[in-house]
Every structure is written in C-alpha cells, then in structure tokens.
C-alpha cells in the first residue's frame, strides 16, 4: 500500500512555544490530508482537511489559529501548534488521500507531543 | 451528520474463539466503508475496504466483514482469533461528499492465549 510518513514520532516542547509536524506522502501525490487527534484509550478525532494549495477546513470545535495546517505541496503537509499548552498534549495522526492511492485513505505512523 | 458506531469497548476472547465486532453507520448516500487495525505503539493499519460489488469483503489475517445495506451495518468477523490480534480496531466510513473519514469509538481486543 501507499505510505505516508510523520515527522517527528515524539516530540516535548515546552509551554508557550510552538511545534511543527510534518506529514509526507511517500509515494502518491496527496491532494487531500487529514489531520486527526487521538487521546488514549479513544478514538480519532478529526481536526481539518486540506487540500493542496488551499486553505485548510476545520472541523466544529477546532481553534484553526492555534492548529496551524498548510498544505502547500502534493506530498507534504504541516500541523503547527502555536502557543502550545499541556493540554495539547496528544498523539497527532495524518492521513493522505490522492491519485494512486486506490480510493483509501493511508495513515502516518503518528506523533506524539507532549506539552511540559 | 455522519456517523459510526462501534458496539463493543472492550472484547475479551480466548483463542480460538471466534470474533465478530459491530459496525454501524448512519449516512443515507453511497459509502466506503473501512476496518482499521492500530496494534500497541503501532499506527493504523488498513485491514480491509468495501467500496461496491460482493458485500462480504475479505481482507488480511484472515479478517472479513459483512456490508448489509439494509442495516446501515459493516460488521468484522475473524473464525478464530490469535493472541497476537491483541489490538484496537476502528470501523470508519467515507462519503462521497468531501471525502472525510469518520471513525467509530474502536474496540479494543484483547485475546488471551
């Protein structure tokens, strides 16, 4: 299948500052990424959807000026956390849907960040 | 709005036993309909997808799931299970407005050996 791959796994930054993760389309060119957030022991939970070369669309609830998304290449795609705070403390998971990546959407191995 | 709905938290089989984990979904239009496995410390990992054609739709490790259109439902079942299908299982859902994938609440397995 397709890979997609996250940068950094894990990550500790501290309080206030901001962190960036990447997520890169290995082997297809990603129009569509997803970014979700998982807390332990729950589901995923998705946060927006972008699409390459436009504005990322948030879901319900998503603070869009504190997760920071672009999506400015068909193999790339950034989520920064501004001003991060340790209850952003989570594990962040990607995802990238395009041409060649037969009709299903393939998921970053994920990264966890962690607010001190 | 869509949504999935996954019945069972936490299973809890020895091995051998079979498995079936509920599925559920409410959307009205055509679907894609997807089980993903996340293994401990291990990202998602596609275990099988019904996009159209036989509703009954098998996948890897001996995994397959039913479509039944008329009960909105998309459950996966397995003969007999290993301990090694130790894991958290997620049932999602695409449309095909937008494209988003939305996921149920997951079951987590865990199969004594």
């Known amino acids: 299948g397709a890979v997609v791959s996250q940068h950094p796994s894990r990550v500790i930054c501290k309080s206030g500052t901001s962190v960036k993760i990447e997520c890169r389309s290995l082997d297809f060119q990603a129009t569509t990424m997803f970014w979700y957030r998982q807390f332990p022991k729950q589901s995923l939970m998705l946060m927006a959807t972008?699409?390459?070369?436009?504005?990322?669309?948030?879901e319900q609830g998503v603070e869009k000026d504190k997760f920071l998304i672009n999506h400015a290449s068909l193999t790339l795609s950034t989520l920064t956390v501004t001003s991060a705070h340790p209850e952003d403390s989570s594990f962040y998971i990607c995802s990238a849907d395009g041409p060649g990546a037969g009709n299903t959407i393939y998921f970053g191995e994920g990264s966890w960040l962690t607010v001190v | 709005a869509q949504s999935v709905s996954q019945h069972n938290h936490h299973v809890i089989l020895s091995e051998a036993a079979s498995l079936e984990l509920g599925c559920n979904y409410s959307y009205g239009g055509t679907v894609n309909l997807f089980w993903y496995v996340q293994y401990p410390g291990q990202h998602l990992q596609l275990l099988l997808k019904?996009?159209?054609?036989?509703?009954l739709v098998k996948g890897i490790k001996g995994f397959e799931a039913e479509f039944i259109k008329s009960k909105f439902s998309f459950n996966l079942r397995k003969p007999s299970v290993q301990w090694s299908d130790t894991a958290e299982y997620f049932c999602a859902v695409k449309n095909n407005q937008g494209g988003k994938l939305i996921f149920g609440q997951g079951t987590e397995l865990s199969v004594k050996p």
């Open positions: 019904y996009f159209s054609g036989d509703p």
């Open positions: 972008s699409n390459e070369g436009s504005k990322a669309t948030y």
